[in-house]
């Protein structure tokens, strides 16, 4: 069993690219994601801009995803603590500081591994949200 997590507002080419790539390492994927309430906390009062059922519905419906779980907490510590995984996927942004992911811990003490997957490159909801913005004030 596979398990990432994220805030996945706007669903875009990386996101399926890395959800694809923890998909193969498993015979389930789990993507837990952020409440409306939690990402408002980690990225602010002007975020999501999609709700919580709506990401979860669009991540839901992709082939490589078995099941989403939304969460309210500002990490995924609870989650993974009820799942137990055998692979916790993170990004390939968090390659040399393994240390500061905050699930790292239980995900070992439960007997599964954190597994980097590396992210594609120029993709982003913040950017792509900046562009969105320069596009439509030109």
């Known amino acids: 069993m596979v ?42 009062p002007k975020r999501p801009l999609n709700d919580e059922l709506s990401r979860a519905a669009c ?34 942004d968090y390659k040399g500081k393994e240390d500061s992911i905050v699930e790292k811990g239980l995900v070992e003490r439960n007997g599964g591994k954190i597994v980097l997957v590396e992210v594609v490159k120029g993709y982003s909801t913040s950017s792509l949200i900046r562009k969105i913005i320069r596009v439509f004030r030109e």
Request: proline share 3%.
């Open 3 to 44: 398990t990432t997590n994220g805030v996945f507002d706007i669903l875009h080419l990386g996101h399926i690219t890395y959800l694809q790539k923890a998909r193969e390492l498993g015979d389930v994927l789990i993507v837990g994601v952020n409440s409306d309430a939690s990402v408002k906390r980690i990225k602010g």
């Open 59 to 92: 991540l839901a419906s992709l082939e490589c995803v078995d099941y989403v779980v939304v969460f309210n907490e500002d990490d995924p510590i609870n989650l993974l603590s009820d799942i137990k995984p055998h692979i916790h996927v993170k990004g390939g």
